[in-house]
């Protein structure tokens, strides 16, 4: 039952599906009407052209017969002269005898004559009967009834016209057969090629994203006009998406970089407050601390939307030079630390030889990106957990770990916590963009290198950044 599904999914779920099967079925009750009515037409053409033929003779005997009166010689030559091989004449007489044509080489199937004659018990005038006989088949009609008293009976066998009939009818299945398998052919092929405009319309439109537009236009050559007419309109639509992703982004950019100036004197005017404020109160030195974390996070955020606009227009400005990682993992440590209210664990390699590894990075931009791992993990961590941060030498270079015991992303969602603007669904009641991640994957494939993600539920997360030597 399992292995139907698919197929049962395939064929009905799909256009393309019910097309052929709507198709097939159409012709196959087409071609298999076609053939039981040739069938019933060849049969009673048969049956109406044995039935005229028996008529003419007979019509022609009947003067003949009336003319003889009761001379049997003249009747039983009259009768020879309108039979042969497969059609016999015969008299019933009144007194229930019968006059055969009698000749050497005609023979007279007796049994024939008496199976015709019982199959008409009533005698009726004009009624064809079908008689069976040592595989032969039969038609027998009772033609006329004279004033003294005898009747004429006439039968024609049809068994080769049936045989032949027969023949014919197999022979034509069989072509009609071939014209079936090549109709059905023909059609999966035009159906195919219909549908196939469609499939091309649905995997571009699969493959679309904010940062394909530009080039996800769909080049349908031919095909109806009204997949045509839909390919062109779904062209027009990415070309407006296009355009409106460009000006929300040179809006972004623009406002992002209009903001970051005042922001910036704001942050200046309340450190130097607090820095000179001896005659502030508690309060008010709290409320200036408030305001001066508030005011970094928004220069932070207007930091990533910068890099991000930078960086869809090409403009992203990351310069590679060897960097000493154990010096840089210090410092960042030693940044993280004065922020943090939970231990935060630095590990390095024991080996001088591996201490002392250097790698291709930007040194601000590597240090971006460790500190919004680190503040990341501090995040979504219970109180008083560790971080830890590791250094792993490679072959090719070096990993480095940002490792927390927090709350874990579900795995469904791990391919997609790298995308703007997506978070965890299990961290809805943490504040944030959903620009972190986004940022830092970019940066980090700025630099040349990659970075991946282990996460459980209810365990804690471990991102990884491989930079190459």
């Known amino acids: 039952?399992?292995?139907?599904?698919?197929?049962?999914?395939?064929?009905?779920?799909?256009?393309?599906?019910?097309?052929?099967?709507?198709?097939?079925?159409?012709?196959?009750?087409?071609?298999?009407?076609?053939?039981?009515?040739?069938?019933?037409?060849?049969?009673?053409?048969?049956?109406?052209?044995?039935?005229?033929?028996?008529?003419?003779?007979?019509?022609?005997?009947?003067t003949c017969l009336q003319d003889a009166g009761d001379q049997p010689q003249l009747l039983r030559q009259e009768l020879l002269l309108h039979s042969n091989l497969r059609r016999q004449l015969w008299l019933e007489q009144a007194n229930g005898s019968l006059l055969l044509p009698q000749s050497d080489h005609l023979p007279i199937k007796e049994d024939t004559i008496r199976l015709a004659m019982t199959a008409n018990p009533e005698r009726v005038v004009g009624q064809l009967q079908r008689v069976e006989l040592e595989d032969r088949t039969y038609l027998s009609e009772l033609v006329a009834r004279f004033p003294s008293g005898?009747?004429?009976?006439?039968?024609?066998?049809?068994?080769?016209?049936?045989?032949?009939?027969?023949?014919y009818l197999s022979l034509m299945i069989l072509i009609w057969g071939s014209c079936l398998m090549i109709t059905l052919l023909t059609v999966s092929w035009l159906v195919r090629r219909i549908v196939q405009p469609l499939a091309a319309l649905s995997a571009a439109t699969d493959a679309v994203t904010a940062d394909t537009l530009d080039s996800a236009?769909?080049?349908?050559?031919?095909?109806?006009?009204?997949?045509?007419?839909?390919?062109?309109?779904?062209?027009?639509?990415?070309?407006?998406?296009?355009?409106?992703?460009?000006?929300?982004?040179?809006?972004?950019?623009?406002?992002?970089?209009?903001?970051?100036?005042?922001?910036?004197?704001?942050?200046?005017?309340?450190?130097?407050?607090?820095?000179?404020?001896?005659?502030?109160?508690?309060?008010?030195?709290?409320?200036?601390?408030?305001?001066?974390?508030?005011?970094?996070?928004?220069?932070?955020?207007?930091?990533?939307?910068?890099?991000?606009?930078?960086?869809?227009?090409?403009?992203?400005?990351?310069?590679?030079?060897?960097?000493?990682l154990a010096d840089q993992l210090e410092q960042v440590a030693d940044l993280a630390r004065s922020t943090l209210q939970r231990p935060l664990e630095l590990i390095l390699p024991e080996e001088l030889e591996q201490r002392s590894i250097e790698v291709k990075a930007d040194p601000a931009r590597l240090r971006q990106v460790l500190l919004d791992l680190i503040e990341n993990a501090d995040k979504y961590s219970p109180p008083e957990r560790p971080i830890r941060l590791e250094l792993h030498s490679t072959g090719?270079?070096?990993?480095?770990?940002?490792?927390?015991?927090?709350?874990?992303?579900?795995?469904?969602?791990?391919?997609?916590?790298?995308?703007?603007?997506?978070?965890?669904?299990?961290?809805?009641?943490?504040?944030g963009s959903g620009l972190g991640l986004s940022v830092v994957k970019l940066l980090v494939e700025g630099m040349g290198g990659r970075i991946e993600l282990r996460s459980r539920l209810g365990e804690g997360s471990c991102f990884t950044v491989a930079l190459p030597r």
């Open 1 to 62: 039952m399992a292995l139907s599904r698919p197929w049962r999914q395939q064929l009905l779920g799909s256009l393309q599906g019910q097309l052929q099967l709507a198709t097939y079925l159409a012709v196959f009750v087409g071609f298999t009407g076609a053939s039981i009515a040739g069938l019933w037409i060849g049969q009673r053409n048969l049956i109406d052209t044995t039935r005229r033929d028996l008529n003419r003779s007979a019509e022609a005997i009947q």
């Open 150 to 167: 005898a009747k004429l009976w006439v039968s024609q066998e049809v068994s080769e016209n049936q045989r032949s009939l027969s023949n």
């Open 217 to 324: 236009q769909l080049a349908l050559q031919e095909g109806p006009m009204e997949v045509m007419q839909l390919g062109r309109n779904y062209n027009a639509l990415l070309q407006r998406l296009s355009d409106a992703w460009t000006q929300q982004r040179q809006f972004v950019s623009a406002v992002s970089h209009e903001l970051r100036t005042p922001l910036t004197i704001v942050q200046g005017y309340v450190q130097r407050t607090i820095r000179r404020g001896d005659n502030l109160t508690e309060g008010q030195v709290k409320g200036l601390r408030t305001a001066e974390e508030e005011s970094i996070r928004m220069r932070r955020l207007l930091d990533d939307l910068l890099d991000l606009s930078r960086s869809d227009f090409g403009h992203l400005d990351i310069r590679t030079v060897p960097v000493a």
């Open 396 to 431: 090719s270079g070096a990993r480095i770990a940002v490792i927390d015991q927090g709350i874990g992303i579900p795995e469904e969602e791990q391919e997609t916590v790298f995308e703007r603007f997506k978070r965890g669904s299990n961290a809805a009641e943490k504040t």
